[in-house]
């Protein structure tokens, strides 16, 4: 193990790079609050995209199979056959989603269009699975299904890059915390309502709506209280000039 400062497989250029980001002393390394970076309504913004699109995903990771067998009449072997597409897609869609947002970004547009060209585009488009319990034939539900997670997989893909944009070095590992905080709060909640849903409506279509609603809840948070993707600017000793819209 070596430390990065002295990794044989660092170049001279990214090192030098790296330590350019660091304040020059570790006395200057004041480590933010939770309290102060709660000010910020860029990171409620982040919280609240993770909770309402995160959570969706857990279902289908925990419920999908399931829904399958149970609602869809899937044998065993051809859960095995079609069960895992999705997951691909998924896959597909995390290359994809950070690769269209750099494309943008090197062919002339700010990092503000470019992440959110993306954050718009796969936001709007989960709401395709909203007909899922509605159509018929395999093909077409696991084909639906597997749309919804290419675009949440782009849309995640934006959201965990957005604290390394908005933040400074000190502050990006407690933002990015605080962000899988709201994460894991909202699978937990959404979560026990789905349980909710199926035992009152003994149906998955209230719970596919839920799926194709809660990323357009996302979608606005993010587009709507982060208006600029820059490094935000303290306001107090650690920082420098310029003022952060937050809720202070």
């Known amino acids: 193990y070596y430390p990065w400062k002295h990794h044989p497989a660092l170049g001279e250029a990214e090192r030098q790079l790296l330590t350019s980001s660091l304040p020059p002393t570790e006395e200057q390394a004041i480590q933010p609050s939770t309290q102060s970076l709660l000010r910020y309504r860029q990171?409620?913004?982040?919280?609240?995209?993770?909770?309402?699109?995160?959570s969706i995903w857990w279902f289908y990771v925990f419920?999908?199979?399931?829904?399958?067998?149970?609602?869809?009449?899937?044998?065993?072997?051809?859960?095995?056959?079609?069960?895992?597409?999705?997951?691909l897609f998924a896959d597909l869609g995390?290359?994809?989603?950070?690769?269209?947002?750099?494309?943008l970004a090197k062919h002339g547009q700010s990092l503000t269009r470019a992440r959110k060209a993306v954050l718009l585009c796969s936001g709007a488009m989960m709401v395709l699975v909203a007909p899922a319990?509605?159509?018929?034939g395999n093909a077409a539900v696991i084909s639906t299904i597997?749309?919804?997670?290419?675009?949440?997989?782009?849309?995640?893909t934006i959201l965990l890059a957005l604290p390394s944009d908005l933040f400074a070095p000190t502050e990006v590992g407690a933002a990015a915390g605080l962000c899988q905080a709201g994460s894991g709060a909202g699978a937990i909640v959404v979560q026990l309502c789905i349980g909710v849903l199926?035992?009152?409506?003994?149906?998955?279509?209230?719970?596919?709506?839920?799926?194709a609603f809660l990323p357009l809840i996302a979608t606005v948070s993010a587009l709507v209280m982060i208006p600029k993707v820059d490094l935000l600017r303290r306001t107090d000793q650690t920082a420098s000039t310029e003022v952060s819209p937050d809720f202070g």
Do not use: E, K
């Open 43 to 54: 990171i409620w913004a982040i919280m609240l995209g993770r909770a309402c699109t995160d």
């Open 63 to 87: 419920w999908l199979p399931q829904y399958l067998i149970g609602s869809r009449g899937f044998s065993l072997r051809l859960l095995a056959t079609l069960g895992w597409v999705p997951f």
């Open 94 to 103: 995390n290359f994809c989603g950070g690769g269209a947002s750099t494309w």
């Open 133 to 136: 319990t509605l159509l018929p």
């Open 146 to 156: 597997s749309a919804w997670t290419f675009f949440y997989a782009a849309f995640s």
């Open 198 to 211: 199926l035992d009152h409506f003994h149906s998955y279509g209230s719970v596919f709506a839920l799926a």
